[in-house]
């Protein structure tokens, strides 16, 4: 696929993600949902992952880890399905968390936060998503997920 193809693919999985957010957020079980400010980021998240893979400054082995986050986003077979909707999509957030500290870690924060598209800061989001990490997903699946994503 070409870059531009890619770019296409790419924005048109975030429109449809951020439809999809918005459309149940505009319901009455969306409104009442305890976790809504963190599926609100989850395509901001998305956005964030697809440009640090195409980043100069940021490095080949962390680049795996940003594509492999970015097909478990994409994936709608992962450790909590899609179509579980909304806890299918908490746990792309935590996974995008827990990859974005890293990427951090490794680089810098200006290098995350120059694509950061979000309200609050990217490492205050990152800080409270994964601060809330086990009480969204269950700490004995957050567990798995942060064994698949360790290097």
Same mark, same amino acid.
């Given at each position: 696929?070409?870059?531009?193809?890619?770019?296409?693919?790419?924005?048109?999985?975030?429109?449809?993600?951020?439809?999809?957010?918005? #459309?149940?957020?505009?319901?009455?079980?969306?409104?009442? !949902?305890?976790?809504?400010? @963190?599926? *609100? =980021?989850?395509?901001? %998240? $998305?956005?964030?992952?697809?440009?640090?893979?195409?980043?100069?400054?940021?490095?080949?082995? #962390?680049?795996?880890?940003?594509?492999?986050?970015?097909? !478990?986003?994409?994936?709608? @077979?992962? *450790? =909590?399905?899609?179509? %579980? $909707?909304?806890?299918?999509?908490?746990?792309?957030?935590?996974?995008?968390?827990?990859?974005?500290?890293?990427?951090?870690?490794?680089?810098?924060?200006?290098?995350?936060?120059?694509?950061?598209?979000?309200?609050?800061?990217? %490492?205050?989001?990152?800080?409270?998503?994964?601060?809330?990490?086990?009480?969204?997903?269950?700490?004995?699946?957050?567990?798995?997920?942060?064994?698949?994503?360790?290097?």
């Amino acid at each position: 696929m070409d870059e531009q193809a890619e770019n296409k693919t790419n924005y048109d999985f975030y429109q449809s993600l951020r439809k999809k957010v918005d #459309d149940y957020l505009n319901t009455e079980e969306g409104r009442k !949902y305890k976790f809504a400010e @963190f599926l *609100l =980021i989850a395509p901001d %998240l $998305f956005h964030l992952l697809i440009k640090l893979t195409m980043d100069k400054e940021v490095p080949v082995s #962390d680049k795996a880890c940003l594509a492999a986050a970015v097909a !478990y986003y994409i994936s709608p @077979f992962d *450790l =909590i399905p899609d179509f %579980l $909707f909304p806890l299918g999509l908490i746990d792309d957030v935590a996974v995008a968390a827990f990859v974005l500290n890293r990427i951090i870690n490794n680089t810098s924060p200006e290098v995350v936060g120059k694509y950061w598209a979000g309200n609050e800061s990217i %490492l205050e989001t990152i800080k409270k998503v994964l601060q809330k990490a086990d009480e969204l997903i269950g700490s004995g699946l957050w567990k798995k997920i942060k064994k698949m994503f360790e290097q």
